[in-house]
T-cell receptor
């Protein structure tokens, strides 16, 4: 089955800095890669996703890049703000499968 | 439009007791999922239902059963609770496997 590894497990930055979270996956048939943000005590919510036919996608301060050859994808947050502090999860879904495999999460802390 | 709802929000059980977690969605989604979330372990899939009338095991199904009662409702049953089942449980639904998953607010379960 699919295996998703996510790094780092904790990331501490100063407000205004950029943050990068990386994920690798094992199944070359995976073709959908969402990112979820979970604030403390809340439910996970989708912030951005990318499909295998696209190399990069941006939405204001967040962007996701995908390298299918290397089987890795990354979340980039620019101009971080304290409200970006949360746990971020990457996931991969293989073609024909209904099962998303999640990374273990990255706790992002943005210091004012 | 309530999205995905779960009951109860909190529950404390004694070892060996049984209970059912309820989940409902009003978005006319085809697929529904049950996850457990433990510190440092991310979201692990317990069971899922790709469409009404079907259910399948996920990564950690032991000790659980599910029922897809109709298109809206997907319940998770613990027949004989164990301390290892202490966790936060999330229900989620999606239109299809390559679409955003919408999560419920979660159920915090403690088994003593």
């Amino acid at each position: 089955g699919e295996n998703v590894e996510q790094h780092p497990s904790t990331l501490s930055v100063q407000e205004g800095d950029s943050a990068v979270i990386k994920c690798t996956y094992s199944d070359s048939a995976s073709n959908y890669f969402p990112w979820y943000k979970q604030e403390l005590g809340k439910r996970p919510q989708l912030i951005i996703d990318i499909r295998s036919n696209v190399g990069e996608k941006k939405d204001q301060r967040i962007a996701v890049t995908l390298n299918k050859t290397a089987k890795h994808f990354s979340l980039h947050i620019t101009e971080t703000q304290p409200e970006d502090s949360a746990v971020y999860f990457c996931a991969a879904i293989s073609g024909g499968s209904y099962i998303p495999t999640f990374g273990r999460g990255t706790s992002l802390i943005v210091h004012p | 439009n309530a999205g995905v709802t779960q009951t109860p929000k909190f529950q404390v059980l004694k070892t060996g007791q049984s209970m059912t977690l309820q989940c409902a969605q009003d978005m006319n989604h085809n697929s529904m999922y049950w996850y457990r979330q433990d510190p440092g372990m991310g979201l692990r899939l317990i069971y899922y239902s790709a469409s009404e009338g079907t259910t399948d095991k996920g990564e950690v199904p032991n000790g659980y059963n599910v029922s897809r009662l109709n298109k809206r409702e997907f319940s998770l049953r613990l027949e004989s609770a164990a301390p290892s089942q202490t966790s936060v449980y999330f229900c989620a639904s999606t239109k299809g496997p390559y679409n955003e998953q919408f999560f419920g607010p979660g159920t915090r379960l403690t088994v003593l």
